[in-house]
């Protein structure tokens, strides 16, 4: 039976990527926020608050060894957004972007590596970022420059592992409340995301993968 840790699994695309992976008969381990959801239907279902805590996170992965051995498939789906011009963004709102999409990211990307079986799979969720260098967005599409900027030389040192990042349009999750924007009509779902990284996995597809719909 195949395995998977998806960090994130509480939020709109985690969600669905670990709803599709469970009914693909994965063994899934599910973290981060708002987890409960996955108590009693994935291997395992770990609350961690912040991954951009070391200490957590540390945690959060020794208990996931009780119930995994190795890990096939790895998702980060953990990201956050605030939209505000340089001129009034807050030091804490750029830690916090910082935090989700890029601290965290390396701290379970690193903390989880021993884990990984040897032909593992890592996936990310970026973000088009050079179209997002628009007034107000400029600390997002920063942190997902940087993401993807850490992921290329990643897949460099894991030789033998895959590392791929997602980067897709317009999602429909709870993520577009977090900005003053209208989801844009034909925003794909969530689902169709995570179909998308099933195949990848299926098809060893890494590097960066850009879709719309
Ligand atoms: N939705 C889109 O249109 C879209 C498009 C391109 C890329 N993406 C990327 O896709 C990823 C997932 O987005 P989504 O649409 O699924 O958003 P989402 O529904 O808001 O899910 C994100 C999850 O991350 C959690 N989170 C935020 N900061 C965290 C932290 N420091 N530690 C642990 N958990 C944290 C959120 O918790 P809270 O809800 O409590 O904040 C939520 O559970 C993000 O990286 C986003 O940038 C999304």
């Known amino acids: 039976m195949k395995t998977a840790m998806v960090w994130g699994a509480g939020g709109g695309i985690g969600t669905a ?43 959060a992965i020794r208990e996931a060894t009780y119930e995994l051995d190795r890990v096939d498939l790895w998702f980060y789906g953990v990201g956050d957004i605030v939209a505000s011009p340089t001129a009034t963004l807050t030091v804490a709102q750029w830690n916090q972007m910082l935090a989700a999409n890029l601290t965290g990211a390396f701290l379970t990307t690193q903390h989880s590596l021993p884990l990984l079986a040897d032909k593992a799979h890592l996936m990310y969720v970026g973000a088009i970022h050079e179209r997002l260098r628009l007034p107000g967005l400029g600390a997002y599409a920063a942190v997902k420059a940087g993401l993807e900027a850490f992921a290329e030389a990643l897949r460099k040192e894991e030789r033998g592992k895959k590392v791929t990042v997602f980067r897709p349009g317009a999602v ?19 689902e169709l995301l995570a179909s998308k990284v099933l195949a990848a996995y299926e098809g060893e597809q890494q590097g960066v993968v850009d879709f719309t719909h």
């Not at 577009?176 to 794909?188: E, G, Q, S, Y």
Request: aromatic share 6%.
């Open 17 to 59: 990527v670990t709803q599709q992976l469970i009914s693909a008969g994965w063994q899934v381990a599910a973290l981060g926020r708002g987890v409960e959801q996955w108590e009693g239907v994935a291997t395992c279902a770990i609350e961690v608050q912040d991954t951009a805590d070391d200490a957590a996170v540390r945690r």
């Open 172 to 190: 429909a999750t709870p993520f577009w409340d977090k900005v003053p924007l209208r989801l844009p009509k034909d925003a794909m779902s969530a």
